[in-house]
């Protein structure tokens, strides 16, 4: 093994800890047929260059994603201990932080189907989760569980929803079918907690989550369009081998991000008390320092 911190691949390597990871993969985090199991063939040949050098791109930067994003779920737990959240949601974030190394695995098998290395050069240091200073442990722990699952993952059950309906390739669709189910765990995870914590917060504590919601909003549709630049393809034929990839329309991809926030999210904040609408109204309303 070569520890380089600068280059992200899923080789398992010779450890003695192999066989329990895939113990692990085949017992925690199965459920109906495993993408592992079906056949990753895909016939390269009958899609143009462009669309599949569009293709393996998108693949390889999910597959960043997902693993980074298990860094997230993990860095998560101690604050859930701290808040002395109930602990059903702390078994769910080590499963959910299983789900993201799974993903990412996952869709390194798709980069190398469709004839690419599944390894990038990227900078494997990841950003510290936010601890919100002047909060009580309860609401740092909301406040990232809601952006978390809320928000990000609730987008991504949308996002991933779609793709799965318009993906025709049998092994790619199976692929986006098993992240598209392990994403809606994630988002119901955020949407528990914030039921079980939002009673909890006081006038004051209400009032401060609102005002980060402002940031929040802020922060999630920026990262949102800069994943899916307003950018079409070169023709309609290149989009539609790329939708039976897996590789969504940015442009109806942002649409449905919006249709998302306005008929999930916010309505679901505001039942739970908090006063979404607005702070979504006002989310450019305060410097962009987060």
Avoid at 33 to 38: G, I, K, R, T, V
Avoid at 67 to 73: C, E, K, P, W
Avoid at 74 to 93: D, E, H, N, W, Y
Avoid at 189 to 211: S, Y
Wanted: include cysteine; glycine fraction near 4%.
């Amino acid at each position: 093994m070569s520890f380089d911190t600068t280059t992200l691949d899923f080789e398992l390597g010779q450890s003695p800890l192999r066989a329990e990871h895939e113990r692990l993969l085949r017992t925690a985090l199965r459920r109906g047929p495993a993408p592992e199991d079906l056949d990753p063939t895909i016939a390269v040949e009958s899609y143009e260059p462009r669309a599949l050098d569009a293709a393996r791109r998108v693949w390889r930067q999910r597959m960043v994603n997902e693993h980074h994003s298990a860094t997230v779920f993990s860095a998560m737990l101690p604050q859930m201990v701290a808040c002395g959240a109930a602990l059903p949601f702390k078994t769910a974030l080590l499963r959910m932080a299983m789900d993201e190394l799974r993903h990412g695995a996952l869709c390194a098998r798709v980069v190398e189907s469709l004839g690419g290395e599944p390894s990038v050069q990227v900078s494997l240091r990841t950003a510290p989760l936010p601890e919100h200073p002047g909060c009580t442990p309860l609401e740092t722990a909301l406040r990232n569980a809601m952006f978390v699952g809320c928000l990000a993952e609730t987008v991504a059950v949308a996002f991933t929803a779609e793709e799965r309906e318009r993906t025709e390739e049998p092994f790619v669709k199976a692929v986006i079918t098993q992240i598209s189910a392990d994403e809606s765990l994630h988002a119901r995870f955020g949407w528990a907690f914030a039921r079980e914590a939002a009673p909890h917060l006081d006038a004051d504590a209400m009032r401060r989550t609102n005002g980060w919601l402002r940031t929040a909003f802020r922060y999630l549709e920026r990262e949102e369009m800069r994943e899916v630049p307003d950018v079409r393809p070169p023709s309609d034929a290149l989009r539609d081998e790329g939708l039976r990839l897996g590789v969504c329309e940015n442009p109806a991809t942002r649409e449905l991000f919006y249709e998302t926030v306005h008929e999930a999210i916010l309505p679901g904040l505001d039942a739970l008390g908090f006063d979404a609408h607005r702070a979504w109204r006002e989310r450019h309303a305060l410097p962009s320092a987060a």
